[in-house]
């Protein structure tokens, strides 16, 4: 009775925090992880510590909870191996588990956006939307001993995400630990995914001939930017002019593409003539699809603008998430890291949801800040996780369905108030003033100054 007293404290007090814990235990529950690991793993074992025990410590420090991996394990008291059997554990962990994870939480958190009527509006109706786009992650600390003592950047990999759009959530990753590789050497892990009326959106490192010949084989579609060197190609006919978008005028014009043993396949090429240049100076954007016509041209540029999204995905995680812990050197820890954080936005994203059902889409839409979200979240979590054990929540929320945590959900949502997570828009971005030199610079007093911008006769 106490407990849940204290609970319904939380909730009116901090709505936002309670249902990210909530959708944390139902998506990661120690039963679920546990079985998770048993049907994925290959050559990985349990032993005394459990895969769920290390998802526990590592979402502390993916949602700044704990700064370091060392201190989120001391807090722990209940937990008997030594912390250098965590590392090890760490290191070991194989990709396919990582990937399993985001992909398992992923399904369960759009079942519970769908019940919350969160969602956003289809990109394209008829269509299953999905962008992607591969992030390379920055180096890490040299702590392995092979890098002590030289002057390197070990780069722990890289990986690919993909977002849909409507749920906002990361439904799957593709991971590599070869820091050099490219992102096409995940291209087909990622195709062997797409299914027929896929429609994916990316930039232009996934345009080769062979991909986007593959995508179209699979009954599947793309709006992919041209990449000038890596597409066997010509174009057909004159290109004509389709109308304007908010960046820019629109182009068509049919591309021809050379396949395998001579083949051919006509593809639309839609150009963007950019009212201003990119930051890389360009002037146009090609975007090459293979939509049917009645997928208009303008609609398919407008519909590419959305790529960007998952960009902004990769942003907010690195803003509000410790998705790249230098400490982690090990490519395995690093990649099993990234994919917590995803697993972290998701959950944001799905209280997101609820509070567009509760309030409206277009009002959380433009007036919600992820960032007010993310601090409401890490200063309140030590308080109300030292108040409420873990083994409460566990027993509340573990086992709830979809449709159940919607409804909690969307209570708690109707509690939250919104001023105090009100965005503040910024103006466009000024480039910063060139840094003057320290040589030869002189000490001002400040109060002096302002003096001078009330009265400017006054002497110095």
């Known amino acids: 009775m106490i407990l849940s007293e204290v609970f319904d404290r939380f909730v009116d007090g901090s709505p936002t925090t309670v249902m990210v814990r909530a959708t944390l235990e139902n998506v990661l529950s120690q039963q679920r992880l546990d079985e998770l690991f048993n049907e994925t793993a290959v050559r990985q074992r349990t032993n005394e510590l459990l895969f769920s025990t290390v998802v526990d410590l590592m979402s502390s420090v993916v949602c700044r909870v704990r700064p370091s991996v060392h201190a989120a394990y001391q807090s722990r008291q209940d937990i008997k191996t030594s912390v250098k059997a965590l590392y090890d554990k760490l290191r070991r962990i194989e990709p396919n588990m990582s990937q399993a994870l985001v992909r398992d939480t992923a399904q369960r958190m759009g079942a519970i956006v769908h019940r919350t009527h969160g969602a956003l509006p289809e990109p394209l109706p008829g269509y299953r939307v999905l962008i992607a786009d591969g992030n390379h992650f920055p180096a890490t600390e040299r702590r392995l001993k092979e890098f002590r003592g030289q002057n390197v950047a070990p780069l722990p990999g890289h990986a690919v995400a993909l977002l849909d759009p409507a749920l906002m959530l990361a439904v799957d990753v593709f991971l590599c630990p070869d820091g050099h590789a490219s992102e096409r050497t995940l291209l087909p892990p990622l195709l062997a995914t797409l299914r027929a009326k896929d429609l994916l959106l990316a930039d232009r490192n996934f345009c080769t001939t062979s991909f986007l010949w593959d995508i179209a084989d699979r009954k599947a579609f793309f709006l992919i930017r041209q990449h000038a060197s890596s597409l066997k190609c010509e174009l057909v006919g004159r290109r004509k002019v389709v109308g304007r978008i908010t960046t820019g005028r629109v182009y068509e014009q049919p591309l ?80 099993f890291g990234f994919c917590l954080a995803l697993v972290a936005y998701n959950v944001l994203s799905v209280t997101k949801s609820a509070l567009r059902g509760a309030h409206g889409h277009e009002r959380i839409q433009k007036e919600f800040s992820n960032y007010y979200l993310a601090h409401e979240v890490s200063g309140m979590w030590l308080g109300m996780t030292m108040i409420l054990p873990a083994k409460y929540w566990e027993e509340r929320f573990a086992t709830q369905t979809p449709s ?11 509690k939250v108030n919104l001023k105090a997570y009100r965005k503040h828009p910024r103006g466009p971005k000024q480039m910063p003033p060139t840094k003057p030199s320290k040589k030869g610079r ?19």
């Open 256 to 335: 021809r593409i050379f396949g395998r043993n001579g083949q051919t396949r006509t593809i639309r090429r839609i150009t963007i003539v950019l009212d201003k240049p990119t930051t890389n100076g360009d002037h146009e954007i090609h975007i090459l699809t293979n939509l049917p016509a009645k997928v208009s041209a303008l609609n398919a540029a407008t519909l590419y603008q959305q790529r960007w999204s998952v960009e902004g995905v990769f942003q907010e995680m690195e803003a509000h998430l410790n998705s790249e812990i230098d400490t982690l050197a090990y490519p395995q820890a690093a990649l």
């Open 442 to 460: 002189k000490h001002v007093a400040t109060q002096r100054i302002l003096d001078q911008r009330h009265c400017p006769l006054a002497k110095k």
């Open 404 to 414: 159940q945590m919607a409804v909690f959900l969307l209570r708690c949502a109707r």
